[in-house]
């Protein structure tokens, strides 16, 4: 299998560009993951996912590129979400709830009216292997924006996700940074659609953040994990697509997840086994 896999890289194009993709949209995904994770938003990215859908049928409408109306409708959503958090008594998960199922709806509705080849199968959960050239180059360019974004605001995006009272003290805007986050995400979420479509999204972003969370303390090493699980996760994730047959974006969400179970085991946070002999100590001690 893994002959044929290596073998077929060099032979068919359009693998190699599977390949490039899933692994820049990992690495991005747990770059971006990593903030999410800390401030509790899974929810929110779980919302722009979905919100995309009716971006990318009005692009079809009018000749554009799908990425094109996604950004809007992902970029909206997530202003939408804030805005109506901060100006109501309504709390941020059941504005995430509304937003997120009206545009869902709205999507599946538009996708259905609109005259298009395209798969909503591949639409909601992906098709990398049918990425071109032109997606492949514009995915390692929104991947690049992201990360040159993340690296000049950095200490910025680390204060205001760990303490943004301290960080308003201090005189930095945190609703800037808070949009510029969801922007940020909003990008990761639209090239994610390539290889995981919009319902698995969310998986891509949390659990290679939610695996290196299991066993680092620091913010830079946290992302450094998160975006090499990313990567390593999409690369096994293609491999087992293409050679059983079976959609990609789900065997990419699968393979992060048993990733993350098997953390979960031996993580010093978090093992059942590491607690057991901490109860152990407890009980000799005393």
Do not use: W
């Not at 590129?65 to 997530?78: D, N, Q, R, T, Y």
């Amino acid at each position: 299998m893994l002959s044929n896999f290596i073998d077929g890289l060099f032979e068919f194009h359009f693998l190699s560009n599977a390949l490039i993709t899933s692994v820049t949209i990992g690495v991005i995904a747990g770059t971006i993951g990593s903030f999410i994770i800390l401030r509790g938003m899974s929810l929110m990215g779980d919302a722009i996912s979905h919100a995309v859908l009716p971006g990318v049928a009005i692009s079809f409408m009018f000749g554009m590129h799908p990425l094109i109306g996604a950004a809007i409708f992902g970029i909206v959503a997530s202003f939408l979400i804030t805005l109506i958090r901060q100006n109501s008594v309504i709390k941020s998960d059941t504005a995430i709830g509304i937003t997120f199922s009206t545009f869902l709806a709205l999507g599946v509705i538009l996708i259905a009216l609109v005259p298009t080849t395209t798969n909503l199968f591949h639409i909601l959960f992906g098709n990398v292997l049918a990425v071109q050239d032109q997606d492949m180059y514009l995915t390692i360019g929104i991947s690049v924006i992201v990360l040159v974004v993340v690296a000049l605001f950095f200490k910025e995006l680390l204060l205001t996700s760990f303490d943004p009272k301290m960080a308003k003290a201090l005189g930095i805007h945190v609703n800037v940074y808070h949009y510029l986050l969801m922007i940020l995400l909003t990008l990761v979420s639209v090239v994610s659609m390539q290889s995981v479509g919009t319902i698995l999204i969310v998986s891509l972003l949390v659990t290679p953040a939610a695996t290196a969370y299991l066993f680092v303390n620091k913010l830079k090493t946290m992302i450094i994990v998160s975006a090499t699980i990313g990567g390593v996760t999409s690369v096994i994730g293609l491999f087992l697509g293409y050679n059983l047959n079976i959609a990609v974006g789900s065997c990419i969400v699968i393979v992060g997840a048993v990733i993350f179970a098997i953390s979960f085991i031996f993580s010093p946070k978090q093992t059942l086994f590491h607690r057991r002999r901490l109860s152990n100590e407890k009980e000799i001690n005393s």
